[in-house]
């Protein structure tokens, strides 16, 4: 597995108002890894999400993506972003909207059928997104971002409203996928996902609690239960660790 920083984030201060929504972050997130980010609503999850992608003013600090400043035009195609409201069109078919997608990135056609099926879809590529389920247009969401085959992939919060026997199915894409050289960043709220990840990001009210392998943090913890070491950790009041 790589060990080559894909995100590198130096001292991030991200303020809305008088108030600081990310404090001084400083974390790396290796090349080919699943990296969970986890942390209460409000914590900061999805801001930093969105600097990483780009979008996000920041105050102070940087942000910097396969060795280019975060939102830089070279990344358009190479990083992709699944946000927590799908970003899909309702009036279009499953295959319609992969297909559209794959000719902004200029992907190849083949890639539309073999997406869909990677994320469970394939009996429902001729669907109208309109008539899916919540969980189905999430993953029609997350099959438009597949298509382009990008390098960097963020998830924020892919797995929720999916049944137990899905949420496995698609982690195991996950893995596959930093298998073959992705580096996949995903928020969650739900701890049981935790251990699915190659290293962990703990925010709470802006501020990292840790950065490390799961058995790194409950060894840390002194827990085999990783709700219960991310519970001490926040007792605790760590500072930030750098992964």
Not at 16 to 30: E, F, W
Not at 53 to 72: D, K, M
Not at 144 to 164: F, K
Not at 194 to 217: K, N, S
Request: net charge negative; hydrophobic share 45%; charged share 20%.
């Amino acid at each position: 597995m790589a060990q080559e920083a894909a995100v590198q984030i130096e001292d991030l201060v991200v303020r809305r108002g008088k108030r600081d929504v990310l404090r001084g972050l400083t974390c790396a997130i290796r090349q080919g890894t699943v990296t969970g980010l986890l942390g209460p609503s409000g914590s900061g999850k999805t801001t930093l999400l969105r600097a990483i992608v780009g979008v996000q003013q920041i105050h102070s600090g940087s942000v910097r993506v396969l060795g280019e400043a975060a939102g830089s035009g070279g990344l358009r195609r190479r990083v992709g972003y699944v946000t927590q409201s799908p970003s899909v069109y309702g009036d279009l078919t499953v295959a319609q909207n992969v297909a559209y997608f794959a000719a902004i990135a200029g992907a190849a056609r083949t890639k539309v059928a073999e997406v869909i099926d990677q994320v469970g879809l394939g009996s429902a590529a001729g669907q109208m997104v309109a008539t899916l389920s919540g969980g189905q247009t999430s993953r029609v969401s997350l099959a438009c971002a597949l298509v382009a085959g990008p390098s960097v992939l963020i998830l924020d919060e892919p797995t929720v409203g999916l049944d137990p026997v899905l949420r496995v199915e698609l982690w195991n894409l996950f893995h596959r996928l930093a298998e073959g050289g992705a580096t996949l960043f995903v928020s969650s709220h739900v701890m049981d996902e935790a251990g699915r990840c190659d290293q962990l990001l703990l925010l709470r009210e802006g501020h990292l609690l840790a950065a490390d392998t799961p058995a790194v943090i409950r060894e840390r913890a002194g827990t085999d239960d990783l709700e219960e070491a991310f519970l001490q950790l926040i007792h605790a009041g760590e500072g930030t660790v750098a992964a």
